[in-house]
């Protein structure tokens, strides 16, 4: 659990007899933000201390709002008028065709790209206000993680830490430990000294999902995260988001091809020339993407929709 969830959980712990003082009552009351336990009890249990698995996903907070979402860029509109919803402990797949306007969607949550229309909001805060980027964590298309700087893969992973810690804070114990369950949860952990520019291609983008990890974020936000990525990569970062989730975490991530992602995957948001055309169960796969030995890492052409190979 992330330390914002415990701190969470520490201020809404219940205490006992401040009522009863107030009123003289011999027996105590419970409250809970000085709201009475009997009334406590009659909210919904996202108010107190509810885990997603226990409370029906319309009712659990949204994380990510998108409103009627308009990007252009130039005279071209990629996104028209998209609208989304993203509730805690939810782990949403955005799939589509390439330029379909999928990433596009994902930089505009993040702020990366203006709106043109519509609103986001991050965590019920409009994202022009948003300051609480410690919450989030994010791992764009695979760029590689050396990016020519000589650093060790702990080293690049530590750099998750900083949006938490700030930059004048000096790395203690808290930030070693959050380092070191990064670099397990991904399989790396007897390549922490390791030169990052020595990893193959999928150890690095495991590299940055470590990092991404480390910041201890209550939402992850991934643009093709296994995209070109051994399966081997492809398993460990599939293991590392099962327990994200299992730890009350929420993702939001972009994908051609869900692999062995798709049992995570509590919805599927299908994306088409900037328009949201579904979005619900995971589309069943047709075409070769349905037979047992199509091979799930391979870019797809600009016609074909991820599972569905529109024609």
């Not at 993680?145 to 930059?167: D, H, N």
Request: charged share 20%; aromatic share 2%; net charge neutral.
């Amino acid at each position: 659990m992330s330390e914002h969830l415990r701190v969470d959980a520490e201020e809404r712990r219940v205490t006992v007899g401040e009522q009863a003082r107030a009123t003289g009552n011999s027996t105590p009351r419970a409250t809970v933000n000085g709201t009475p336990r009997t009334a406590v009890d009659e909210l919904p249990r996202t108010a107190v201390d509810a885990t997603p698995d226990t409370v029906p996903v319309e009712s659990r907070r949204t994380v990510v709002g998108v409103d009627r979402a308009v990007v252009s860029y130039g005279d071209r509109r990629v996104l028209r008028s998209v609208s989304l919803r993203v509730r805690t402990g939810e782990v949403v797949a955005v799939l589509g065709a390439n330029g379909s306007g999928k990433s596009t969607l994902i930089r505009a949550v993040l702020g990366l790209v203006p709106l043109g229309g519509g609103s986001v909001e991050l965590f019920g805060t409009p994202l022009r206000r948003f300051r609480q980027w410690a919450r989030l964590g994010y791992v764009p298309q695979r760029l590689g993680a050396g990016s020519g700087v000589p650093a060790t893969v702990a080293e690049v992973v530590a750099a998750g830490r900083l949006a938490r810690r700030g930059f004048l804070r000096p790395s203690g114990a808290a930030d070693r430990t959050a380092v070191a369950n990064a670099l397990h949860a991904v399989g790396l952990s007897d390549r922490a000294a390791d030169p990052v520019s020595t990893l193959s291609g999928g150890q690095q983008q495991r590299t940055l999902i470590a990092r991404a990890l480390a910041g201890q974020p209550e939402l992850l936000i991934l643009d093709e995260p296994t995209a070109g990525v051994d399966a081997a990569s492809q398993e460990a970062f599939a293991g590392a988001l099962r327990n994200f989730v299992a730890d009350g975490g929420t993702v939001l991530l972009v994908a051609h091809e869900l692999g062995p992602l798709a049992p995570l995957i509590s919805r599927a948001v299908v994306v088409a020339q900037g328009e949201i055309v579904h979005d619900g169960a995971v589309p069943e796969p047709a075409g070769h993407h349905a037979d047992t030995d199509h091979d799930h890492v391979h870019p797809h052409g600009p016609e074909e929709l991820p599972g569905l190979c529109i024609k």
